[in-house]
């Protein structure tokens, strides 16, 4: 079992920065993969990036060359840095995790982007 829990949304300006945390109720090193989806209102849920344990790592093309994903293995924790926010970036950012072949995710956290 993985409890997640999110930190960081908020609201910020076009083309600033966010940073979003979630907290693994036990050791990642131990979980296969964790990463961060996204749902905007009215459109399905996108994967945003995803890392793997062997930190192989997977971006979606809309996060290139603006979004960075990262654990710290210390603090059972995944961060994404979101650079350079557009408004079509505004959604609610949910962490996953992947142990086995269980899924899981937190409540998620609201990011809202203004222009």
């Known amino acids: 079992q993985v409890h997640l829990v999110e930190s960081g949304g908020g609201l910020v300006q076009a083309g600033g920065p966010l940073r979003l945390s979630c907290a693994a109720s036990?050791?990642?090193?131990?979980?296969?993969?964790m990463g961060w989806y996204r749902q905007a209102p009215g459109k399905q849920r996108e994967l945003v990036a995803l890392?793997?344990?062997?930190?192989?790592?997977n971006y979606a093309d809309f996060t290139k060359g603006r979004f960075t994903i990262s654990t710290d293995n210390a603090k059972n924790t995944v961060c994404l840095q979101m650079n350079s926010l557009k408004p079509e970036d505004t959604a609610v950012y949910s962490c996953?995790?992947?142990?086995?072949?269980?899924?899981?995710w937190g409540q998620g956290t609201q990011v809202t982007v203004s222009s």
């Open positions: 996953y995790a992947r142990l086995m072949w269980l899924e899981y």
């Open positions: 890392i793997t344990s062997g930190g192989i790592t």
């Open positions: 036990r050791s990642i090193s131990s979980i296969n993969a």
